[in-house]
């Protein structure tokens, strides 16, 4: 009841403030009136009784505002009347609350996205029942230390370990890195898939069923069962198109055929570091793997899981392993049989690659928002420092201080959150950019902006607020503010002392700048050296599908050429594919033969020998669908085919190695093995045929010429190629529905990872070094600036007293320089200390790279200069009589 | 500020918390606007509390947002419209509370200024 009362009160005198204070008035008139009666009756005269009353009351005001005190809601009001007033302060300086904002929501922005990414990545559970109980169990060799020594094992090991671990731990043996092609059926094509092999209590043991059909059973698990495969629900859609009917049925895989028993909901991953997340069926492995297989000790094609029983842990499951793998290592030998087991938590297992960088990364979007929110103390103090007169004559005015503190704080709660606000959308941008890119991690599907996040936003604004409004609140004493009444403009101290606050952060600012720069240039020099096994063309969304005219059924030239110009001109009319083109080997795809070379300009090589260059066939459409750019001359024309074919494209290292410091186009090139000429009529650039190797010097003939079989069809779409797959599947099958096609896939998925993780690292720390040093850079500007239009009359006095201009520059500009020296030695030092932990994301550059070093304290001092130069430069050159006359 | 001749500068908790007890204890027998209920005070005490208008509409709308009484407006013995407040069911115990309070503390202090 009272709180019923105290609610309905509250939202009286909060919202019908205006009834309630005529009210309140006509209360305290009612007394009065009554104390005048009992004056007039006690036998004053009219007057004197109102003037008696009168003094008797007290300050009729002052009562109002002493009872209005006491209602509740008047601190809310009192806070709004201070929202409104510090939002028209800011809406009155657009310049500085927009940058305000800006700065503040680049910092919010990226830490949002970077947290979302650990949370969701790194630390959210895996999609299982009681996940904590899962892990992964390798085997290990002490002397094989790479790959942190986490290796796969053998399946006559498991068998010995499963039985070892009864009552503690159910464990299951997957190998998640097989493959199969799957035959023609029902007016599909046969493709290559990705396959994993699993014992029969895989799916039990993670803790998922199928959503149709029924997981796989004892039974279904040894070599003697019927062919079982469960599919997973991407490929069931994909091939498939989600029909139900395929339960049931035989697919043949390998040219055998399997019972459809199950397929997987579409959500079900299993990501290991050892792959599994592309996986597109799953059979049992006893059936699949020969019987000498699951029972060999030195053949590791396998990793296993394990769920912990509950009492039981990693620790104690691995000791308990390692006796039976010992005993093992005795009693076999050999020297591929590995001698000891280790084990991780299954989060662990898949995104123990993603932890260094991404903690990384998180620092790094840590020493951004702590950089912004430095900017913006040092802006609200400059602000602060260019309304003091105003401030003071509201502290002389008995204006209080809790309460010009409380509108420093809530200036600076208004500029974060306008900034955590936008910073939330740009996250959100950010993470959609990611989860569209970065397809190739582990548990990106995992990514979104949850609760979670939303709180660390709000934690974010407030903590930067609270920051950045205490080091303003704190910035000027009261009595410095009451001093700003005194001071001429000639006096200085106090803001000097100001300055020296501002000083103070530009030196931390400088110095996290250091190390992130630091850190942004040590990953970009390895990227750098990463970046030496790009492809040579841009890999995202190319789809390729190898096929290969039998030439029993295609005898003549002239039969294939029209085959690939009918596939080619069918699949370029589909609409939303943007170009295609044929390729004997497309890049990062294999190598794709040889052949010896001479140059029939040069004078001829000994016999035997020649210049070797990596042969390729390709369309007219091949070199722009795939984006290989054109260095020189031209590509192929459509006419230059069969007998016209005598034409040739080199790549760049061929141009080098065969036309050394010469003009290779119309030059010509003869295979040695056939004697074919071809008149070198262009040069484009070096792919690579493995993503690990040097690129080859390279020759590009006509596809449409004689002797070309089998080739790979790229398509280009702007998204989602994939698609595609299938069309153009039907596409070649509808021409020739005898035709395999295989290899389907994109380009991307045939790229190890790790150039992709580099170069995504080094560029996102760049991206953050690069807004550091950009707020630093302002930062040290402002200072500048604000310290000269403090120092006007001083330094116009200088002038007109005889300084020297050149000498006055140097004075200022020293004085801007000295906290960018400071914080650089200081960021330099702290460098030495945080690159030991990016040290496993680099790839063949050390952390002390004295270039790297150099380079970023040359960087660092040239940046500051410049933003030093142009206030130091207008001191040096005002002109004196103006500045004496300023105020 | 509550009893003149006593002389105090601010309102201690110890006479504020007494004021309320005695507005509270005012309006136990029937609904007072703000002049009776010092003019009762007044005469109660024998003359010797004055309560200051200063310090009773703070109190009184002071206890009417904590809801100890509820205010409603009638028309006065003057014939006026004036403010009447009433003591709430909560406000009943609060009495309660605050006079067993009161009789704790008066009878300490007169322990100890009798002794003395």
């Given amino acids: ?887 | 500020m509550i009893v003149d001749n006593l002389g105090m500068g601010k309102p201690s908790d110890l006479v504020q918390g007494t004021l309320d007890l005695l507005i509270l204890k005012t309006l136990l027998l029937d609904p007072l606007h703000g002049w009776a209920i010092a003019k009762r005070i007044q005469q109660l005490s024998g003359e010797v509390l004055q309560v200051q208008q200063g310090s009773l509409y703070p109190a009184l709308h002071r206890l009417e947002q904590q809801g100890w009484i509820k205010a409603k407006w009638a028309e006065s013995e003057t014939g006026r419209q004036a403010k009447f407040y009433a003591l709430t069911t909560a406000g009943r115990s609060q009495l309660e509370k605050e006079t067993a309070n009161w009789n704790r503390l008066s009878a300490a202090i007169n322990l100890v200024v009798g002794e003395a």
């Fill in chain 1, 1 to 887: 009841m009272r709180l019923v009362a105290r609610i309905r009160m509250a939202f009286l005198s909060l919202f019908r403030r205006g009834t309630a204070s005529t009210l309140l008035d006509d209360e305290l008139r009612y007394h009065l009136d009554r104390q005048i009666d009992e004056n007039v009756t006690a036998g004053m005269s009219p007057k004197h009784a109102r003037a008696a009353a009168l003094r008797k009351f007290g300050n009729p005001a002052l009562l109002r505002d002493q009872t209005r005190a006491t209602w509740t809601g008047v601190w809310l009001d009192s806070l709004l009347r201070d929202v409104r007033y510090v939002t028209r302060a800011l809406v009155h300086a657009p310049g500085f609350t927009s940058i305000a904002v800006f700065i503040i929501a680049l910092g919010i922005g990226a830490n949002v996205a970077l947290f979302t990414l650990v949370h969701r990545v790194l630390l959210n559970p895996l999609p299982y029942p009681e996940p904590d109980k899962l892990v992964s169990i390798y085997e290990h060799e002490a002397s094989n230390s790479n790959d942190h020594g986490y290796l796969p094992i053998d399946a006559g090991s498991f068998s010995e370990w499963q039985r070892a671990s009864q009552g503690v731990a159910d464990m299951a043996l997957v190998s998640p890195f097989q493959g199969y092609s799957v035959s023609a059926e029902g007016g599909k094509l046969p493709e290559k898939i990705e396959a994993g092999m699993c014992s029969w209590n895989f799916f039990s043991i993670l803790g998922v069923k199928p959503a149709l059909g029924r997981p796989f059973g004892l039974s279904d698990d040894s070599p003697s069962s019927e062919a079982t495969v469960i599919l997973s629900g991407a490929f069931w859609h994909r091939r498939y198109a989600g029909d139900s009917s395929v339960l049931g049925r035989k697919i043949w895989l390998d040219a055998k055929p399997y019972t459809v028993i199950g397929i997987m909901p579409e959500s079900f991953v299993y990501s290991g570091a050892f792959g599994g997340n592309t996986v597109q069926v799953w059979t049992p492995i006893a059936h699949e793997f020969p019987p000498s297989l699951m029972t060999a000790f030195d053949d590791h094609e396998a990793i296993a899981i394990a769920r912990l029983r509950s009492g039981t842990t990693l620790p104690a499951l691995v000791s308990r392993l390692q006796a039976i793998q010992k005993e093992i290592k005795a009693g076999h030998p050999g020297p591929a049989v590995h001698s000891s087991v280790i084990g991780r938590s299954m989060l662990d297992d898949a995104v123990q690659d993603y932890k260094t960088p991404l903690y990384a990364l998180l620092a790094a979007t840590a020493c951004v928002l702590l950089i912004a929110s430095m900017n913006v103390a040092s802006l609200l103090v400059a602000r602060l420092a260019s309304r003091r007169k105003e401030l003071a004559i509201r502290v002389a005015l008995g204006g209080g201080w809790l309460r010009i503190m409380r509108e420093r704080i809530l200036e600076s709660l208004l500029l974060c959150a306008a900034g955590g606000t936008i910073g939330l959308l740009l996250a959100g941008a950010a993470i959609r950019w990611l989860v569209k890119t970065r397809h190739d991690m582990n548990r990106v599907e995992a990514i979104h902006i949850g609760v979670l996040e939303l709180g660390f936003v709000v934690l974010a604004v407030i903590a930067t607020a609270l920051f950045a409004g205490l080091i303003s609140a704190f910035s000027s004493k009261i009595k410095d503010v009451l001093d700003g009444l005194q001071d001429s403009s000639r006096t200085l101290s106090s803001s000097r002392a100001r300055a020296g606050l501002r000083r103070t952060l530009l030196v931390l600012q400088v110095s996290l700048t250091v190390v992130l720069l630091v850190g942004a240039g040590l990953l970009l020099k390895s990227y750098q050296r990463l970046r030496s096994t790009d492809l040579g063309v841009p890999a995202d969304n190319v789809l390729t599908l190898h096929f290969g005219l039998p030439e029993a059924r295609y005898k003549v030239s002239a039969q294939r050429i029209a085959f690939f110009e009918n596939v080619l001109a069918q699949v370029r009319a589909m609409p939303g594919i943007q170009s295609a083109g044929l390729v004997s080997a497309a890049p990062g795809q294999g190598y794709g033969g040889d052949d010896l070379v001479t140059v029939v300009e040069h004078p001829s090589l000994p016999k035997g020998t020649g210049l070797d260059l990596q042969i390729r066939g390709a369309d007219p459409g091949y070199f722009s669908a795939i984006h290989l750019p054109l260095i020189r001359g031209r590509v192929f024309r459509s006419d230059e085919r069969l007998d016209r074919a005598n034409v040739v494209v080199i790549s760049q290292k061929a141009a080098e190695m065969c036309f050394p410091g010469e003009d290779p186009i119309g030059k010509h090139i003869k295979i040695s093995v056939d004697g074919r000429i071809g008149e070198v009529i262009g040069v484009v650039g070096d792919t690579r045929w493995n993503i690990t190797e040097p690129p080859m010097p390279q020759m590009y003939w006509p596809v449409l010429g004689d002797g070309w079989v089998n080739v790979a069809l790229i398509v280009r779409s702007p998204s989602n190629v994939s698609a595609f797959a299938m069309p153009i599947q039907k596409i070649i099958g509808s021409l020739d529905p005898d035709l395999p096609v295989s290899g389907v896939g994109t380009i991307r998925e045939s790229i190890a990872k790790s150039t992709i993780d580099s170069q995504f690292d080094s560029l996102l720390v760049l991206a953050f070094a690069v807004i550091a040093l950009v707020l630093a850079a302002a930062g040290l500007y402002g200072v500048l600036t604000y310290l000269v239009t403090q120092r006007t009359s001083e330094i116009g006095i200088r002038i007109a007293l005889g300084a020297r201009r050149e000498q006055l520059l140097g004075t200022v500009l020293f004085d801007g320089l000295r906290p960018a020296l400071v914080g650089l030695l200081l960021g330099l030092g702290a460098s030495a200390i945080t690159v030991r932990l990016i040290r496993s994301m680099l790839y063949q550059t050390e952390p002390f790279d004295p270039v790297v070093f150099l380079s970023v304290a040359a960087l660092l001092l040239l940046v500051a200069t410049l933003a030093c130069m142009l206030p130091a430069w207008r001191a040096s050159h005002l002109d004196p009589i103006q500045a004496l006359r300023t105020e």
